[in-house]
C-alpha cells in the first residue's frame, strides 16, 4: 500500500449549475445548487485514498460547520487528518464554482488554508520521511509549499507539484521538486513564459520532469532521462462536471508513480476521465476495484476492435 502525505488546501465547494456562465454585472438563474467537499489538497488526498493507498494530510479547518463536515468527510475516507489544525481565529476555506456545460468557474476563498505553516510541516516530518511521494499545490501559503519541497528533498522523498492556482515560481523550486505537474496556462505562468509558446518547448526548458494535463486530450510527460515529451491520449467519457479532475490526476500519478512513468500518467488520465462522469469534485473519484474494471474493459475493447480490423 502506497504512503501518501499531502500538504494543501481544504474548501467547502459551493456550487451552481447554470445554463450558462453569466456575464459581468448579469444575473442568471440556476438550476442547482449543492455543497461538496473539496480543495485542491484534499481533492488529492481522497483521490490517492480510494485508490488505496495510505493517506495523511497536512492541512487547516475552521472550527466552524463547515470546518466539522470536512473533517467527518476526510476520516470516513480513512485519511490521517493529525495534521490538520482547527483554527478557532478564521473559518474553514470555500469556493463558490458555477458549473455550466460541463465546465467550472472557480473562486477560492483561502480563509483558514492560508494559515497552513512550515511549522506543521515540520510536525509531519516523520510520515514525510515515511512516505513514497509527497503532494503539494498552491493554494496555501508558498513559504509552506516552499518547506514541503525542502523537507521531502531531505528526506529523499520524491514530490509531485501541482502549481494550481498558476503564479510564476522561484526557479529553484523547480529543481527541487521531483515532477511538476501543471496545464498548459500554468506551466506557461510558473516559468513566466508567452503562453503562446508551444507547450512541447516549455516542458524541454524546465529544469525538472513534467507531466501536462490536457482536459480530454489526456497527458504530456517528460520523464529526467527522455530529452522529448511523450503522450498519453485521453479516456473517453462523458463530462458532468470536470471539477476536480485535475485532482484525481494527481492524486492517482502519486499512487501509481512506483510503477513508473508512463504506466502513471496511463492510470491518472483514466481515473481523471472516471472523475468527471459526477457532479462535485470528490463523488466521481473512482475506487481502485472501479479504476480496474475500467481499464480491463478498455483493454478488452481494443482486442476485439483489433481482431476486428481489417
Ligand atoms: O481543483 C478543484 C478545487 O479547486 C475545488 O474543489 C475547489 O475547492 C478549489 O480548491
Known amino acids: 500500500m502506497p504512503r501518501i502525505v499531502v500538504v494543501g488546501s481544504i474548501n467547502m465547494d459551493l456550487v451552481t449549475l447554470a445554463p450558462r456562465f453569466p456575464r459581468p454585472g448579469e444575473t442568471l438563474l440556476g438550476t442547482q445548487f449543492f455543497t461538496a467537499h473539496g480543495g485542491k489538497g484534499a481533492n488529492q488526498a481522497v483521490a490517492a485514498a480510494r485508490l488505496g493507498a495510505q493517506v495523511a494530510l497536512v492541512g487547516a479547518l475552521g472550527y466552524d460547520a463547515f470546518g466539522d463536515q470536512l ?26 464554482i458555477t458549473v455550466a ?6 473562486a ?20 514525510i520521511a515515511a512516505a513514497d511521494a509527497v503532494l503539494v499545490q498552491l493554494e496555501i501559503p508558498l513559504e509552506t509549499v516552499d518547506a514541503t519541497l525542502r523537507r521531502a528533498e531531505r528526506e529523499g522523498v520524491p514530490v509531485i507539484l ?5 503564479q510564476p515560481l522561484p526557479y529553484e523550486w523547480l529543481t527541487r521538486a521531483s515532477c511538476i505537474t501543471p496545464n498548459q496556462h500554468e506551466l506557461a505562468t510558473v516559468l513566466g513564459a508567452d503562453a503562446s509558446v508551444d507547450f512541447r518547448e516549455l516542458m524541454r526548458a524546465c529544469p ?20 522529448e515529451p511523450r503522450h498519453q491520449a485521453g479516456f ?27 504506466d502513471a500518467v496511463r492510470k491518472a488520465c483514466a481515473a481523471a476521465a472516471l472523475s468527471v462522469t459526477k457532479l462535485g469534485a470528490q463523488d466521481g473519484m473512482p475506487t481502485a476495484r472501479e479504476l480496474g474494471a475500467f481499464l480491463a474493459g478498455r483493454a478488452q475493447a481494443g482486442v476485439r476492435s483489433r481482431r476486428g480490423s481489417p
Open 71 to 96: 473533517h467527518a468527510g476526510l476520516t470516513r475516507e480513512g485519511i490521517d487528518l493529525a495534521h490538520v489544525a482547527r483554527l478557532t481565529q478564521v473559518g474553514s476555506g470555500t469556493a463558490s
Open 101 to 106: 456545460n460541463g465546465e467550472n468557474t472557480i
Open 108 to 127: 477560492v476563498v483561502p480563509a483558514a488554508n492560508a494559515q497552513v505553516s512550515p511549522a506543521q510541516v515540520e510536525a509531519a516530518g516523520d510520515a
Open 162 to 166: 501541482n502549481p494550481a492556482p498558476a
Open 208 to 227: 525538472c520532469p513534467v507531466v501536462l494535463t490536457r482536459g480530454s486530450e489526456g497527458a504530456w510527460y517528460r520523464t529526467a532521462d527522455a530529452a
Open 236 to 262: 473517453a467519457a462523458t463530462a458532468v462536471d470536470t471539477t476536480g479532475a485535475g485532482d484525481t490526476f494527481n492524486g492517482a500519478l502519486a499512487v501509481f508513480l512506483r510503477e513508473g512513468m508512463a
